[in-house]
């Protein structure tokens, strides 16, 4: 059964502190996305890293892909309000048509 | 933003009775999705669609149904209803079935 483990599970920090978030799995993906959702929404998407060891930018928000395709990880510099959330991870596994999801990284960052 | 609404939105009901969840979606994707979301459990595959009357279980499929007879529409059943399927229910599509996921604002439903 693949797996994703998140890291960690809950997150407060104030704002302009930078922070990292792991994904990691014993399996190999293909590829592996990240979501954010908001309280009372469902998950949006924010990328997907699909080559091993990509990065990929995204203003304050830089996201790595394991060269292994194993493991994933959300940095966010100088962290603001407007960044709190849910992060979730996920990756198409070796059953079609199902993501696997991480059990989320709860974020706040305090003004 | 996806147009993907869900219906009800909120619904408070008691054990043992019938409840049925409501997935439409106008961006004519070939895939839907039914997701329960608890604390501490992330999201979790009910059930899901490839097609018109083609579905298939997920990880947590015992004690719902769903049926698929148009494009537009992914209906989530819960035959006789238990406290432990309070939760909030999410659809989701996609158009391939390998790329990025589009939610639903999901359900929130109470079973008393």
């Known amino acids: 059964t693949q797996l994703l483990e998140q890291s960690p599970q809950f997150l407060s920090i104030q704002e302009g502190e930078n922070l990292t978030v792991y994904c990691n799995s014993s399996?190999?993906?293909?590829?592996l996305q990240w979501y954010r959702q908001e309280p009372g929404e469902g998950p949006v998407l924010l990328v997907t890293?699909?080559?091993g060891g990509e990065v990929k930018k995204l203003k304050r928000l830089t996201f790595q892909f394991g060269d292994a395709r194993k493991d994933s990880s959300l940095h966010i510099t100088a962290a603001q309000p407007g960044d709190t959330g849910l992060y979730l991870c996920?990756?198409?596994?070796?059953?079609?048509?199902?993501?696997?999801w991480g059990a989320g990284t709860k974020l706040i960052i305090k003004p | 933003d996806a147009g993907i609404t869900q219906s009800p939105r909120h619904k408070v009901t008691e054990t043992g009775t019938p409840v049925t969840l409501r997935c439409h979606q106008t961006?004519?994707?070939?895939?839907m999705y039914w997701y329960r979301q608890d604390p501490g459990h992330g999201l979790r595959l009910i059930h899901y669609?490839?097609?018109?009357?083609?579905?298939d279980k997920g990880e947590v499929s015992d004690g719902y149904s769903v049926s698929r007879s148009k494009t537009e529409d992914f209906l989530l059943t819960l035959e006789s209803a238990t406290s432990s399927q309070t939760s909030v229910y999410f659809c989701?599509?996609?158009?391939?079935?390998?790329?990025?996921?589009?939610f639903g604002p999901g359900t929130r439903l109470t079973v008393l």
């Open positions: 890293v699909v080559t």
């Open positions: 961006e004519n994707h070939r895939y």
């Open positions: 669609s490839y097609g018109v009357k083609d579905t």
């Open positions: 996920a990756g198409y596994g070796d059953s079609n048509y199902q993501l696997i």
């Open positions: 989701a599509i996609s158009g391939t079935g390998w790329d990025e996921q589009f």
């Open positions: 399996s190999v993906f293909s590829s």
